[in-house]
């Protein structure tokens, strides 16, 4: 068995796995430009939401169990000082991966907020229930994952024309 017919086997083996790879990549990379075009929007006009005088009455660390596992979230709830109405914070902040992960980075998040605690808490005028208490974060993280999603999804087209590209050059040598 020469190198030659071993590439060739290697390769019919290989292929499909790489096509079935890039197809992944597609589709995960467009999702994700999706995401990072709402996640970008929502930071923008984020940074203009009003904000309300409110006191922290639960700030804790949960072990949650989801569809996905165990995870850990920051149990944050208050109620604002003008009318007393409670609130909860689903998000600390917007953005993608601009979120604490993990026990520490949880724990270290909710120590940020002791109860007992007044600060200003800022919600969507359009969704009330959408509060959120860092609304000036960096988008930096967000524009990452923009240019990741279409790295992912722009690469089975660069792969196919650069398969397209090299084709002839292929039939020439033979």
């Known amino acids: 068995m ?3 017919s071993v590439y060739d086997k290697s390769r019919t083996l290989v292929a499909p796995a790489v096509a079935l790879l890039c197809l992944f990549g597609f589709f995960a990379g467009w999702i994700t430009v999706i995401g990072a075009t709402i996640e970008l929007r929502k930071l923008e006009s984020a940074r203009t939401w ?3 005088k409110a006191i922290l009455t639960h700030a804790y660390a949960r072990h949650v169990k989801g569809s996905r596992g165990f995870y850990w979230h920051a149990e944050i709830a ?3 000082v003008d009318d007393g109405q409670r ?3 689903r998000r600390l902040r917007l953005g993608i991966w601009n979120a604490p992960f993990g026990r520490r980075g949880i724990e270290e998040a909710v120590a940020r907020y002791p109860v007992k605690t007044q600060l200003d808490v800022y919600y969507s005028p359009t969704d009330p229930k959408m509060v959120i208490l860092e609304p000036h ?3 930096t993280s967000t524009w990452v994952a923009l240019c990741v999603g279409l790295g992912l999804g722009l690469l089975p087209v660069a792969l196919y024309f650069y398969g397209r590209m090299r084709k002839p050059t292929n039939e020439k040598r033979l």
Request: charged share 20%; net charge positive.
């Open 50 to 52: 009003p904000s309300r």
């Open 2 to 4: 020469d190198f030659r």
């Open 87 to 89: 609130f909860s914070v």
């Open 78 to 80: 208050g109620q604002y």
């Open 137 to 139: 974060v960096a988008a």
